[in-house]
């Protein structure tokens, strides 16, 4: 919760979000989120979509949310505890906004009932509650049962190694802090997840929902907590974030030990009764933020967070995720290869590969189809059975080769197979690929793979072929692209497709005969690659529309008093005028060469003289006044659609008696708003995110 003042506000619209329930006038500390924050603003926009006109029967992604600000709603009954009807009241969670709470307040909670006080004990990696150490001790002393909590926040991760590189250093500043009070170490420590990745502005605050799973990052957060000393980790999330499709939901409950092992936050729009319980498969449920209590004057005045446990969930009692899964090997009448037991959250180690007289083996695959390659990078969280391939000797096939910072050069990957690596940051710097058993009249003087890599520093390096070393070696330097095609025989009966893994992206899709796979302008290391031989006239592997990714074109013109319409400029340029006190009065700002799988443009508004902020508008549109003699004041701009996912637009304006602004970004206001006062002269660029 987050009452620490008597004045309350019961329904407040901060930072493009609604907050159902009553915050301080002072809000909420950046660094300090109580828990429950983010999950009202997730169910009051589901609610408001449920009831909206849209009957669309597209099952929402929570992937894709990016949290926006919801229309207003109803908001969560304000409860009372000696109302019967309601569900247990067994645990109530605290944060530094009950500082408020006295020996009284729960000693009165325990005789109303309440079993369990959940503390939050840290957030991120330098918060700690204030007040945490007095509270549990006040706690203790009332007969309760103590749990803790960490607000897990991953801020900016864009992809599962940040993640969990992030999720590893929080897990061990709330051990760190956990031993320092003395916690015991089968205390129930709580991984708070809920954080989105942006707020109501924009700014980035959390992990990318698309390219970051927050189960697998708790994997690691338990582990490392284990790690310390503490091995009872639950996790707490809203109850529309739990599933069992990794690709849907954020909190897959299979990869965290069982739905037991969750904590689930629903709040009903409307009064809960003890007849029609929700989220029973859960451990806990966590039904309403707004139960006031009866017993003492100060609980009676401020409403606390209220939950039932289903399975002693707050106690030492249920359920940890399993430490170890076993790794099969189907060799599918290849040479045996021995299971492997591997810890939660570690990889497999890639065995020699088997034979089997007749064929070439060509990989491992994580299902019996043979369309997924696994990878050996990929952390374990189930019981996983790996599938060799095999193609025949009278079959051509490819081999390649991929030198990895920090790891040399790695073992030969084979039709399909993961390359490089995942999940650890880690740079491809070389490349070699070759043609293998061709047969059939495919020859090696006759057939061979031609192939170019764009390099940090360098550019598009000349094509090399059939083995030979593309990239650097010894130098530091990144892959950022390829390119490569087949010539000569084998091109008349073959296809070549390629994708890579691209920093801060993923997997791109499918790239084919010649295109480039990557990105350019961006700074951005490759870190995987895979690459296949398909028949001409079979299907492509998977999609082939977003392959490569360059920073798009930007150019932006001003009208400016007594000249008019300047050309139009491009990034980082200036447009209007410097000393001449000239005032800008409209603005046109377009974004173009956009590549291939990839949407969206601009949309910008001016505050202008005597009519104040106008309506955005996009794409090469006038915003400002024309005709009018009226100063341009302020602007703000915003990148739409998928660019914006991938690119940061960043203006500064040149403003009448201040001179140059510090560079703004993605919607914030550059200029002056009430002081007026002319913008000269802009200038606006594009950066990769």
Same mark, same amino acid.
């Given at each position: 919760m987050k009452l620490k003042k008597s004045h309350i506000i019961p329904l407040i619209l901060f930072s493009g979000f609604l907050l159902a329930k009553p915050v301080l006038a002072d809000e909420v500390s950046s660094d300090n989120t109580p828990m429950g924050h983010y999950i009202e603003q997730i169910q009051t926009q589901e609610t408001s979509k449920d009831s909206s006109s849209d009957t669309s029967a597209t099952t929402p992604n929570i992937r894709a949310r990016l949290f926006a600000a919801a229309p207003a709603a109803n908001v969560p009954s304000d409860l009372k505890s000696d109302d019967n009807t309601l569900p247990r009241k067994d645990a109530v969670d605290i944060a530094s906004y009950q500082s408020w709470m006295t020996q009284a307040d729960f000693n009165s909670l325990k005789t109303s009932g309440v079993k369990s006080i959940v503390v939050k004990l840290t957030e991120?990696?330098?918060?700690?509650?204030?007040?945490?150490?007095?509270?549990?001790?006040?706690?203790?002393?009332?007969?309760?049962?103590?749990?803790?909590?960490?607000?897990?926040?991953?801020?900016?991760?864009n992809s599962q190694s940040d993640a969990n590189?992030?999720? &590893?250093?929080?897990?061990?500043?709330? /051990?760190? %802090?956990?031993?320092?009070?003395? $916690?015991?170490? !089968?205390?129930?420590?709580?991984?708070?997840?809920?954080?989105?990745?942006?707020?109501?502005?924009?700014?980035?605050?959390?992990?990318?929902? &698309?390219?970051?799973?927050?189960?697998? /990052?708790? %994997?690691?957060?338990?582990?490392? $907590?284990?790690? !310390?000393?503490?091995?009872?980790?639950?996790?707490?999330?809203s109850a529309s974030w739990i599933g069992t499709n990794t690709a849907t939901c954020q909190m897959n409950y299979n990869t965290l030990g069982g739905p037991k092992n969750l904590w689930a936050a629903q709040y009903l729009y409307g009064k809960p009764s003890s007849n029609d319980l929700k989220n029973q498969q859960y451990g806990a449920w966590q039904y309403t933020s707004q139960m006031y209590y009866q017993g003492t004057k100060n609980l009676q005045t401020y409403p606390v967070d209220t939950s039932i446990d289903y399975s002693n969930y707050f106690t030492s009692t249920s359920p940890v995720p399993p430490s170890t899964y076993t790794i099969t090997f189907n060799t599918d009448g290849g040479t045996p290869i021995a299971n492997q037991s591997v810890v939660a959250g570690s990889v497999v180690t890639q065995p020699a590969a088997p034979t089997k007289t007749g064929f070439n083996f060509s990989g491992w695959y994580s299902d019996s189809s043979l369309t997924q390659a696994y990878n050996f990078a990929k952390a374990i969280t189930s019981n996983t059975t790996l599938y060799a391939k095999w193609i025949p000797i009278t079959s051509p096939s490819i081999s390649y080769q991929a030198q990895v910072q920090n790891i040399g050069w790695q073992k030969n990957s084979y039709n399909g197979e993961t390359a490089g690596t995942t999940g650890l940051g880690l740079r491809m710097e070389s490349l070699k690929i070759s043609l293998i058993n061709l047969s059939n009249g495919l020859t090696n003087s006759n057939s061979h793979i031609?192939?170019?890599?764009?390099v940090q520093n360098i550019g598009w390096q000349n094509p090399v072929q059939d083995g030979t070393i593309a990239g650097t070696v010894g130098q530091g330097l990144r892959f950022e692209a390829i390119k490569m095609n087949l010539s000569g025989e084998i091109a008349n009966q073959y296809d070549l497709y390629y994708r890579v893994q691209a920093q801060n992206i993923g997997w791109m899709d499918w790239a084919k005969n010649g295109e480039a796979a990557g990105t350019s302008t961006m700074s951005y290391r490759l870190e995987a690659i895979q690459i296949q031989l398909v028949k001409k006239g079979n299907p492509a592997p998977g999609a082939t529309t977003f392959t490569f990714l360059t920073t798009p074109s930007l150019q932006y013109c001003t009208q400016v008093q007594n000249i008019g319409w300047q050309n139009p400029v491009s990034t980082g340029q200036i447009s209007g005028t410097v000393g001449k006190s000239l005032r800008t009065e409209a603005l046109k700002i377009n974004i173009g060469n956009l590549s291939a799988g990839i949407d969206g443009g601009v949309s910008y508004s001016s505050q202008i003289q005597n009519i104040g902020w106008q309506a955005p508008v996009s794409n090469g549109q006038i915003s400002g006044s024309v005709g009018q003699s009226l100063r341009l004041e302020a602007l703000k701009i915003n990148l739409t659609g998928r660019i914006s996912q991938y690119f940061d637009i960043n203006y500064a304006s040149q403003v009448q008696n201040i001179g140059w602004q510090a560079p703004v970004s993605n919607g914030q206001i550059s200029g002056t708003v009430g002081m007026s006062l002319r913008v000269e002269a802009v200038k606006l660029s594009l950066s990769p995110k």
């Open positions: 991120g990696t330098n918060y700690t509650n204030p007040y945490a150490a007095n509270q549990i001790k006040m706690a203790q002393n009332a007969g309760l049962n103590v749990a803790v909590y960490h607000y897990a926040r991953l801020t900016g991760a590189s992030l999720a &590893i250093q929080e897990a061990a500043y709330f /051990a760190k %802090v956990a031993k320092s009070f003395g $916690l015991s170490s !089968n205390i129930v420590m709580i991984m708070d997840c809920e954080q989105p990745y942006r707020d109501g502005s924009g700014n980035i605050i959390g992990p990318n929902p &698309i390219t970051v799973d927050w189960a697998t /990052a708790g %994997v690691q957060f338990a582990n490392t $907590l284990k790690t !310390n000393g503490y091995s009872n980790t639950k996790f707490y999330t031609q192939y170019q890599g764009y």
